[in-house]
């Protein structure tokens, strides 16, 4: 009997249909980040399905550990530090106007 080799498709093609417009976006956004279409596409479609998961994701947890995380978001908030009422009261660079 000989030696039995098995070969794991690693890429499958995936066909889509876009917009003169929206493929124009998208080679712009590959161009900016130094991406083939397809490298930009395939990243940009996992990122979303990530998150698609993420939301959807059930957290599990004991009832007196989510009691903690409950009365911990029931909480008032922490006064803020000098340093962080200094940076609040900064005003937008955005807001800044040349004079």
Do not use: H
């Amino acid at each position: 009997m000989g030696i039995m080799t098995t070969t794991q498709k690693r890429d499958a093609a995936v066909s889509m249909r876009f917009r003169d417009d929206d493929l124009g976006i998208i080679d712009r956004g590959a161009e900016l980040n130094g991406l083939s279409r397809t490298e930009f596409v395939r990243r940009a479609a996992l990122r979303d399905a990530q998150l698609a998961i993420l939301n959807e994701t059930i957290v599990r947890m004991a009832p007196d550990a989510f009691a903690e995380f409950a009365a911990a978001i029931d909480a008032p908030a922490a006064p803020a530090s000098a340093r962080m009422q200094r940076r609040l009261s900064r005003k937008a660079p955005w807001d800044k106007r040349s004079e």
